[in-house]
């Protein structure tokens, strides 16, 4: 069954250094998403993204954060300048299409640590 | 602003019982859907089972089943015959309505789910 991958698993990184996280949503997949969730609180929606172009984002997703789907099967989040805050694991999503009866579909999330 | 919450941080279920999770939320539309996900220690989040607002009836699953309770903004989730692949972390989930533009999941802190042989 086709999966929703991302790399790495972990990722550690000094505070103001900038990281890439990166997702292969599903291959024939249109909507993509990131998501966070810092230790012990709830999941939290960050972006989505669909036909190259932001389509919602949240007011966590400021200046210092961008997405960008740089080939036909990556998605990749952006942190220009890490804070302590940033720290939590990231989960990319993936959907057929925008309804709510479109699954998204999570990858495994890579854990952020900053220091 | 629409919020979700679950109230039990952990349960705990012998196997071959049946335990229900709890989970309330908090909306002004008429027209959403919610979702239950199991996120089992792998951490892969795995849609459970959907329901939307404008059914009556509601959801199954096989085992899984909710309890949707729209006036009182109330979405139970009822696991029956535990097993022990079914320890994980629970979260429920709003979406708005596909009128509205807001396609993101809202999720709810979770429920820890343990299985006793």
């Known amino acids: 069954e086709p999966e929703v991958t991302q790399t790495p698993s972990h990722q550690v990184t000094q505070m103001g250094q900038e990281v890439i996280l990166r997702c292969v949503p599903i291959?024939?997949?249109?909507?993509f998403y990131w998501y966070r969730q810092i230790l012990g609180q709830k999941v939290e929606f960050l972006v989505s993204?669909?036909?190259?172009?932001?389509?919602?984002k949240s007011e966590i997703f400021d200046d210092q954060f961008s997405v960008e789907r740089p080939d036909g099967s990556n998605f990749t989040l952006k942190i220009r300048s890490t804070k302590l805050e940033d720290s939590a694991m990231y989960f990319c999503?993936?959907?057929?299409?925008?309804?709510?009866?479109?699954?998204?579909?999570f990858g495994p999330g890579t854990r952020l640590t900053v220091l | 602003a629409q919020t979700v919450t679950q109230s039990q941080p952990e349960m705990s279920v012998q196997e071959a019982e049946t335990v229900t999770l709890s989970c309330t939320y908090d909306?002004?539309?008429?027209?959403?859907?919610l979702f239950w996900y199991k996120q089992p220690p792998s951490r892969q989040m795995i849609l459970v089972i959907r329901?939307?607002?404008?059914?009556?009836q509601n959801a199954t699953e096989n085992r899984f089943s909710v309890n949707f309770q729209k006036a009182a903004k109330s979405f139970s989730l009822k696991i029956s015959d535990s097993q022990l692949g079914d320890a994980a972390m629970y979260f429920c989930?709003?979406?708005?309505?596909?009128?509205?533009?807001?396609?993101?999941?809202?999720f709810g802190k979770g429920t820890k789910l343990s299985v006793k042989p």
């Open positions: 989930a709003y979406r708005s309505g596909d009128g509205g533009s807001q396609g993101n999941l809202i």
């Open positions: 993204f669909y036909n190259n172009e932001i389509s919602e």
């Open positions: 291959s024939n997949h249109l909507y």
């Open positions: 999503a993936s959907s057929l299409g925008y309804a709510g009866t479109d699954t998204q579909y």
């Open positions: 329901q939307e607002a404008y059914k009556q």
């Open positions: 909306t002004s539309e008429s027209d959403y859907y």
